[in-house]
């Protein structure tokens, strides 16, 4: 799932903490293959996801993210489970990925309960993530300002008493005036990711969000 020009071969590792945190939770076994069990040969074989799901937020963004999503986690399913069923756990945290894999499990009729795991927060409300160890100490102060640009757009969102057009537009600029560089800044349903529209109820929605802090690419969102 990681572009040419991505960081695949610097990207955070804690595989002693992760163990670590595993064993305590009552792990028995770890399945952790390395690049080179997973891709003996080069992969040419590929899974498409659907273009209307897949292409839009982070798929324009980054280009093929999901067809290399879909392929690694079907190769990955295939080497786990067999002819038994099973649940796997996707945070909410990359909220169209998690779409991706429920729709390709249910098109596929894969005997697989998908379930999603809640966004694991920092005390000030940043979500964690393997990325947020390239923050200096000063973009992770700043980091959290992410999270809450999402919590004022859905806000305004709800309160707008008519046209919403210029609440994405004036959140990426408030974004881009702490020295940001956001991706996106948008309100859309969660049945499909579309865009919202007033006659969407709350309850309904979600804001998503990527922005480039420093060097380092943050993404979020929240429900409402």
């Given at each position: 799932?990681?572009?040419?020009?991505?960081?695949?071969?610097?990207?955070?590792?804690?595989?002693?903490?992760?163990?670590?945190?595993?064993?305590?939770?009552?792990?028995?076994?770890?399945?952790?293959?390395?690049e080179a069990d997973l891709y003996p040969q080069p992969q040419t074989f590929k899974l498409?996801?659907?273009?209307?799901?897949?292409?839009?937020?982070?798929?324009?963004?980054?280009?093929?993210?999901?067809?290399?999503?879909?392929?690694?986690?079907?190769?990955?399913?295939?080497?786990?489970?067999g002819a038994s069923s099973g649940t796997a756990v996707f945070g909410k945290k990359d909220y169209q990925q998690l779409m991706v894999i429920r729709h390709m499990v249910q098109q596929f009729a894969l005997p697989i309960d998908v379930v999603a795991g809640a966004t694991s927060r920092a005390?000030?409300?940043?979500?964690?993530?393997?990325?947020?160890?390239?923050?200096?100490?000063?973009?992770?102060?700043?980091?959290?300002?992410?999270?809450?640009a999402l919590k004022q757009l859905a806000q305004q969102w709800l309160n707008a008493?008519?046209?919403?057009?210029?609440?994405?537009?004036?959140a990426l600029n408030a974004l881009r005036a702490r020295g940001w560089?956001?991706?996106?800044?948008?309100?859309?349903?969660?049945?499909?990711?579309?865009?919202?529209?007033?006659?969407d109820a709350a309850g309904t929605l979600v804001a998503l969000g990527a922005a480039?802090?420093?060097?380092?690419r943050l993404i979020d969102n929240l429900e409402f």
């Open positions: 799932q990681f572009l040419p020009h991505e960081d695949f071969d610097s990207y955070p590792r804690t595989w002693e903490a992760d163990c670590a945190q595993l064993q305590a939770a009552g792990c028995d076994v770890l399945f952790a293959p390395r498409h996801p659907d273009p209307q799901l897949a292409d839009m937020l982070e798929g324009h963004f980054r280009p093929g993210f999901f067809v290399g999503v879909s392929t690694v986690v079907m190769k990955l399913f295939a080497c786990v489970l005390a000030d409300g940043l979500a964690l993530s393997s990325r947020n160890g390239y923050l200096s100490p000063q973009e992770r102060q700043e980091a959290v300002a992410l999270s809450q008493p008519g046209d919403r057009s210029l609440l994405e537009p004036q560089a956001p991706d996106y800044l948008t309100v859309r349903r969660r049945a499909d990711l579309q865009p919202a529209t007033a006659d480039r802090l420093g060097s380092t």
